[in-house]
């Protein structure tokens, strides 16, 4: 680590890397992207960067990769056998991160993208559980940050924008989760990859646990070695403390659901209109609102 806290990633060897032979998983947070991420690194076309989520074109991402190049996150690129060079950062399409595509547009990059959408009120619930596990972090579950980070076509419209239609794909959490390898297989035709006949590992990846207590992360650092081997007749009343105390997870009342559904109709109208995601199954109208309609 570096004395700001962020990752220092050494290598003795940077392949370059042509500026259209980047594939960037942009997020959404919760979303799924660690699994994609995985699915896709199996690919023998796609060379996966060292860290996923490097955060290099964030500006407040805290866990940002330090690195001297951008192209230093892959040093076994071979252009003779890659076809794409792979992060997964969902900080480039965080509220706090707006502008990321410029940033990356503005480096060179002329990358393929895509970008998983998920029903934006499970995706808020699990941003924010989420975040509780870091004590000190203090906001409501309708706050700004997290709810316009389900504010889709706002960041779809952006990489649109600034690289094109073509270049970015939207696809739903649903299809990811449903049908994994139908899903990867959709990823690769968009890359004009071959198809993978199969995934080695198709289980979910960086699963949301419940949020810690104060008390459970106490008694863990107490007990550390619980998790290591120890007798199952010792692990099962420890277990069955840890869960007795544990908060339940955050859900979001029919309220600040109401609240939310308002605050980004206008936008999931959009998503469904122009980048054909279902809006309907997560309760919203996918008919664009017209001008003057009563």
Not at 76 to 102: C, I, L, N, Q, V
Not at 150 to 172: C, H, K, M, P, Q
Not at 233 to 238: D, E, G, M, S, T
Not at 241 to 270: C, D, F, S, V, Y
């Amino acid at each position: 680590m570096t004395s700001s806290g962020r990752v220092r990633v050494q290598q003795d060897r940077v392949s370059e890397i042509p500026e259209d032979r980047y594939l960037l998983i942009v997020g959404a947070m919760k979303c799924a992207t660690t699994s994609l991420f995985g699915y896709l690194a199996e690919h023998p076309a796609i060379a996966p960067a060292t860290v996923k989520e490097p955060e290099f074109f964030s500006r407040h991402q805290g866990h940002r990769v330090d690195v001297a190049r951008y192209e230093d996150l892959w040093p076994d690129f071979d252009p003779a056998r890659h076809a794409y060079a792979m992060e997964a950062s969902t900080g480039y399409t965080k509220w706090g991160e707006r502008g990321a595509a410029a940033r990356i547009h503005a480096h060179g990059l002329r990358p393929k993208l895509v970008y998983v959408v998920r029903d934006p009120f499970e995706r808020i619930e699990s941003h924010y559980n989420f975040m509780l596990q870091d004590p000190g972090w203090q906001r409501e579950i309708t706050n700004p940050s997290l709810v316009q980070t389900s504010n889709y076509a706002l960041f779809a419209d952006e990489y649109a924008g600034v690289f094109g239609r073509g270049n970015l794909l939207v696809l739903d959490y649903a299809e990811l989760s449903g049908d994994p390898a139908a899903a990867v297989n959709r990823v690769a035709a968009f890359l004009g990859l071959a198809p993978l006949a199969a995934i080695a590992d198709a289980t979910a990846r960086n699963v949301t646990e419940l949020p810690k207590s104060g008390l459970e992360r106490g008694l863990r650092r107490l007990a550390p070695a619980l998790g290591r081997g120890a007798p199952e007749a010792l692990k099962r009343p420890v277990r069955d403390l840890l869960a007795a105390i544990r908060p339940q997870k955050a859900r979001l009342t029919a309220a600040e659901r109401a609240g939310i559904a308002a605050a980004l109709a206008p936008g999931m109208a959009r998503l469904g209109a122009e980048y054909g995601i279902d809006v309907a199954k997560w309760g919203f109208d996918p008919a664009p609102a017209r001008a003057g309609a009563a």
